[in-house]
């Protein structure tokens, strides 16, 4: 009994096998007069189309954290001043007159001010978008059958630039306690300018690694059709390394990862006015891996039975995630902006290829 049933699990098993062999659309003979690889090698031109999308800042400024005031030029206070608000007359002149003489307001006298607008915030108007590129291509094809093959698509990986768009800015804002609260509170307001993403050519760059693969129907029959055209669908991965941001970009947010650490360190009058800090701020550019859906339409034309042109026009809804931090030593992450890169290129490709 067991050996019968081994016996019809045996055969079983097999019959997949056998169909296989003998089936018309995946037969392993050359019948049909097709050859089973190809290999092409062309031109690929990558136009992303993707738009801007705004930077999310997130800081270790936590909402209404207090902190000490330090040493402050009174004309900073003054040109932070909330317009619209109300100021002690005796305050507003103490702090003219100091202004007058270009003297500062003391630690002993600043107080102590609650931060508002930095723990988080967006910047509407910035962001990243990927330039175009060009490399060289190169696809390799399977064919299960004259009309069914499967497709890997790769290619030298290309440096891509990123260009910036707009300006980021801290909302900050503060409600200050100088003298002790004797004269009253002001209340402070400015958005503070961190650097502008379109000034100084490319914020960032990247090497792009794509590799896709897919599913393709070739239209028409070897040895019949010299003009091919062919449909194909499939997946493409990307990943990014050597992420290089541009140098003046970097010196701005190291002097933004200073005004946060001039907070944390009891010294937020000196974050008004640009100082350093004891931290020794550094900048990290990092991007995600990401999957995204491909679409081919394409065609190829035969100079003989061995010899190809191969053309394509190609669509991915590509989208990942980059993140830039601003860390030190003593104070861990200061800074932390992430904005989502929508990449979503068509790839155009045009080379010769060989079967095989």
């Known amino acids: 009994m067991k050996k019968t049933l081994l016996c019809v699990a045996t055969s079983l098993a097999a019959l ?34 993707g738009k801007a999308q705004p930077f999310r800042v997130n800081t270790s400024v936590k909402e209404g954290e207090t902190a000490k005031v330090g040493d402050i030029k009174a004309q900073t ?20 007159g100091l202004a007058l003489i270009n003297a500062d307001v003391p630690s002993a006298l600043s107080g102590t001010a609650e931060i508002r607008g930095l723990s988080q915030w967006d910047n509407p108007g910035t962001g990243l978008e990927a330039d175009d590129v060009t490399t060289l291509g190169i696809m390799t094809n399977y064919f299960f059958t004259d009309n069914i093959s499967f497709e890997m698509k790769a290619g030298i990986p290309p440096k891509v630039d990123l260009q910036g768009k707009g300006k980021i800015y801290a909302p900050f804002s503060a409600t200050a306690t100088p003298m002790g609260g004797a004269l ?55 990943y990014f390394n050597e992420l290089e941001i541009n140098p003046q970009t970097e010196k701005d ?62 669509y991915a809804h590509l989208k990942n995630e980059t993140t ?14 992430t904005a989502d890169i929508e990449i979503n290129p068509i790839l155009a490709y045009a080379g010769v290829g060989y079967r095989f």
Do not use: C
């Open 324 to 337: 830039i931090t601003v860390k030190d030593a003593t104070h861990g992450e200061l800074i932390k902006s």
């Open 184 to 238: 009253g509170n002001l209340e402070l307001e400015n958005d503070i300018f961190i650097t502008d993403l379109e000034a100084h050519g490319p914020a960032a760059s990247a090497r792009a690694w794509t590799p896709a693969f897919e599913f393709q129907y070739h239209f028409g029959k070897t040895g019949v059709n010299k003009f091919r055209p062919y449909v194909g669908v499939g997946m493409m991965y990307a």
């Open 16 to 49: 997949p096998m056998l169909t296989h062999a003998d089936s018309p659309y995946f037969s392993l003979q050359d019948g049909d007069g097709f050859k089973r690889f190809s290999v092409s090698v062309g031109a690929l031109h990558v136009m992303p189309q």
């Open 77 to 96: 206070v003054l040109d932070n001043i909330k317009p619209g608000s109300s100021v002690n007359p005796l305050l507003k002149a103490t702090l003219d």
């Open 253 to 314: 947010l190291i002097a933004a990862g200073h005004m946060i650490a001039n907070i944390k360190e009891g010294n937020a009058g000196a974050s008004l006015e640009g100082k350093k800090s004891s931290a020794n701020p550094k900048v990290k550019l990092k991007a995600t891996d990401a999957f995204a859906p491909i679409a081919t339409v394409g065609f190829t034309y035969d100079f003989n039975d061995k010899w190809f042109a191969v053309g394509s026009v190609s």
